[in-house]
């Protein structure tokens, strides 16, 4: 019978690395303390960082507007804490750039009350108020990505939305943040769920979800509202799933032609946190705050899933779940995670995970044989790319061979050529590189 | 929290615990039993020709190596599995200096000029015998019978013929292999008799069940792909089996052309080399059936009574065109505008 379980098919290819998530699966969403200090980077979302409305020694409430949206690729950031504006300098993020930040002093007897402000009433509200709604909210794509949902959400000229996909995947490892919204959160989701109805009028709405978190689709599925219109969509384990493409042909058979948005075939994928922040910020006129992340991996002893204040330094989270031994850490999950080499970098609105790994769980450096041409990668790459041939095309740096004849640039690196290579090769590494050198190139060229 | 030395890598952060050279490995190992029997059923000399050519692939593998490329991959395991391949490939009796001579034949001329591993076009192993079947016809078609006696205390007399001066001698044919006891005779063998490997020929072509169980454990490892054993052993057995339907006398049975001659040795070990086999799926079944194909040609009516070895080398040289030609298809990509540039 297993064969008929999942009305809808999925992807072609793909991998199954080990889920790990029974750590924290099991574990409800708590608050975390508040860090003594806030640092809060104005670029903490893809497009124009924010610009900031506070100067030096301002008090700031919670909730408060610290900083507005630079034009329409940007959002605002909102005060994550009651305190005061200690500075605003540069702060050290994950890419190692430096960036410009807020650094705000909590006051620590504070009740960290939530001011509100202008609310966007679901009934009355037309659909732009709605997307301005969301981008003053200083909504992002919590899944990661940090892309700014308003700009997602604007249907371009010509093209309309016919599916509305909830991406409930959580393909990583490691990472049960969604899996632990959408046990603990269905209220703010389907609340969410009725303002992107509202926005974007789709012909079918869907909320995808793995069959590893069956709890959380038997949950959505009891609790969903009689008047919405929603197709819950049970998709077998796969990584990476969650990835837009993936989830649309999974869910919709279609495929997303290679260099377009998954709007090009009519759908618009929104991550199930993301649709929860904006059920719950949307009605209240509020900013985001915080985050669900998960904080788990061997280097951590209060493994868990929490409820952690935007702008929150790693070291101080790390003395508060006791990180031990600690050989890495990295933000996301350990597929596509950024490895952390400052412990003083704050999480920001896409960080969805902290995992850490001890000396023994660390990937050392193993030695790299000659590609023997098993098609390992082949059989893994989501997008039938040959990463075999990259490679070499890469090893001997024919950068632009590669994206003129091999489609290099739809790599959306999720990793899964370098997990299988038995020959360690970095093939995911390599093309990271090559994919920024054609970039420049291309924008070279175009100067 | 103390500072500490972060380990900064990018991702993934998670590696398929599966290597090449634990790959490699498993292959050698899964061979443990085809080897044992080969000992087992031809004495003590199938063991010295297993480590001749194991010693001549992994020393010219070192030596060449050391001198040209100037870094080793002797770990990797891929000349121990050349060596062990290449006599398995042998007649029992096939004097040692000639088995050492076909391993650095394997490692240079099948591997090494080609550039190392990876990047051999044909199977090492059978480079190694296809020239010494060339240059030692006589010797790489005398056959000697099985379980003799005393074949644990004597090594056969032709194994240790001294280099350039001895002629094989002429007495120590004796058992003819099945296959050409077909062609030449019409003399059918006993099915069971070339399942389990009571039948003269080279040391791996004799126990087909052992290879079949090498192979099963390999393919639920995902050490090697199904489809090529699969396909060709279909299609030997589709086209022989149509044959032998067709007229029962003139050909020989599909069970009897599976299980002897060097098939399984061949479709399981040999075709299978990851290297010199298509990448893509249907690659490896249009590759799979012009092997099958090829076998069936040249043993039901080639010159020769085995053609496992050139079927298998013509499929390696037809894998890269292969490769090349057979259209792939990358997602979001309709077939129009597949192989135009992007802008």
């Keep these: ?447 | 929290m103390k500072d500490q030395t972060l380990q900064i890598r990018t991702s993934p952060h998670l590696k398929r615990p599966l290597a090449t050279n634990t790959i490699m490995l498993h292959v050698v190992l899964s061979l443990i039993p085809v080897m044992a029997f080969a000992v087992y059923a031809f004495g003590i000399t199938a063991l010295f020709l297993i480590s001749t050519t194991t010693i001549a692939c992994v020393g010219t593998e070192y030596v060449l190596n050391g001198k040209v490329k100037g870094k080793q991959n002797i770990k990797d395991w891929s000349a121990v599995l050349t060596g062990v391949l290449l006599a398995l490939t042998l007649p029992p009796g096939f004097p040692l200096w000639m088995a050492f001579v076909g391993g650095m034949i394997a490692i240079a001329l099948g591997k090494f000029v080609f550039g190392g591993l990876g990047q051999n076009l044909f199977n090492p192993a059978l480079v190694g015998r296809a020239m010494l079947q060339a240059a030692f016809p006589v010797a790489i078609t005398t056959w000697t019978e099985t379980l003799v006696n005393g074949r644990f205390s004597h090594i056969i007399p032709s194994s240790l013929t001294i280099p350039f001066l001895e002629p094989i001698k002429a007495d120590a044919v004796s058992g003819a292999t099945p296959l050409s006891a077909f062609k030449f005779d019409k003399i059918s063998t006993d099915v069971q008799d070339l399942a389990f490997g009571f039948t003269s020929g080279s040391l791996g072509e004799t126990c087909a069940f052992l290879i079949v169980l090498g192979g099963v454990y390999l393919g639920f490892r995902k050490m090697l792909n199904w489809r090529i054993p699969v396909g060709i052993l279909g299609t030997v057995a589709t086209l022989t089996g149509i044959l032998f339907y067709l007229d029962p006398v003139k050909y020989p049975s599909p069970l009897m052309m599976l299980f002897s001659g060097g098939l399984m040795l061949g479709a399981v070990y040999m075709a299978t080399d990851m290297v010199s086999s298509p990448l893509s799926t249907i690659g490896i079944w249009i590759y799979s059936f012009v092997i099958g194909l090829l076998v069936v040609l040249i043993r039901i009516w080639g010159g020769l009574p085995e053609g496992v070895m050139y079927a298998i080398l013509f499929g390696n040289a037809l894998a890269p065109i292969l490769d090349k030609s057979i259209p792939h298809r990358i997602y979001g990509m309709s077939s129009k505008n597949q192989n135009k540039n992007r802008a």
Excluded: W
């Excluded at chain 1, 980077?41 to 924010?50: R, V």
């Excluded at chain 1, 904006?278 to 009605?283: A, S």
């Excluded at chain 1, 290099?408 to 093939?427: H, K, Q, T």
């Design chain 1, 1 to 447: 019978m297993n064969f008929f379980k999942y009305k809808a098919g999925t992807f072609n290819h793909g991998i199954h690395p080990p889920e790990m998530k029974d750590d924290t699966k099991g574990l409800p969403i708590r608050q975390f303390p508040f860090s003594p200090m806030i640092v809060l980077p104005l670029a903490q979302h893809i497009g124009a960082p924010s610009e900031p409305v506070v100067k030096e020694g301002d008090v700031v409430a919670r909730g408060q507007l610290v900083a507005k949206a630079n034009g329409y690729m940007s959002v605002p950031l909102h005060a994550p804490v009651s305190g005061k504006v200690k500075k605003i300098d540069y702060v050290p993020s994950i890419s190692g750039k430096k960036n410009m930040g807020i650094y705000i002093e909590s006051f620590p007897s504070s009740s960290q009350e939530v001011i509100e402000g202008h609310a966007i009433d679901l009934a009355n509200a037309s659909p732009g108020e709605i997307l301005s709604g969301i981008q003053q909210a200083g909504i992002v794509g919590l899944g990661g990505a940090a892309f700014p949902t308003h700009v997602k959400l604007s249907i371009p000229e010509g093209k309309t939305c016919k599916y509305l996909i909830i991406n409930g995947v959580e393909c990583e490892p490691y990472l049960t943040t969604d899996h632990r919204v959408m046990l603990e959160q269905h209220e703010d989701i389907f609340m969410g769920l009725r303002y992107l109805i509202k926005a974007l009028n789709p012909q079918k709405v869907y909320i995808g979800i793995e069959d590893n978190k069956r709890d959380a689709f038997e949950k959505l599925e009891q609790y969903k509202p009689l008047d919405l219109a929603v197709e819950m969509v049970l998709l077998p384990v796969k990584y990476p799933q969650g990835a837009e493409k993936m989830l649309v042909t999974a869910i919709t058979g279609l495929e997303v032609p290679s260099g377009k948005l998954p709007i090009e075939v009519g759908a618009v994928v929104i991550n199930v946190a993301t649709t929860a922040e904006i059920g719950r910020l949307l009605p209240h006129g509020r900013g985001i705050q915080e985050r669900v992340i998960t904080i788990t991996g061997p280097g951590i002893a209060k493994k868990g899933n929490y409820l952690i204040t935007i702008g929150t330094p790693l070291r101080f989270i790390l003395e508060q779940v006791s990180g031990e031994n600690i050989k890495e850490v990295f933000m996301g999950g350990p597929m596509m995670g950024v490895s952390v080499s400052n412990l003083d970098i704050p999480i920001t609105k896409g960080t969805s995970g902290i995992v850490a790994f001890k000396p023994q769980q660390s990937l050392e450096n193993q030695s790299e044989y000659a590609c023997i041409r098993c098609g390992a990668c082949l059989d893994a790459c989501p997008l039938s790319l040959n990463p075999s041939q990259l490679g070499i095309l890469a090893k001997n740096e024919a950068y632009d061979l590669m994206a003129s004849d091999h489609h290099l640039l739809d790599c959306f690196e999720c990793g899964s050529c370098s997990y299988v290579c038995p020959s360690n090769i970095p093939l995911v590494q390599y093309f990271r590189v090559s994919k920024s050198i054609v970039r420049k190139r291309q924008a070279k060229a175009k100067s």
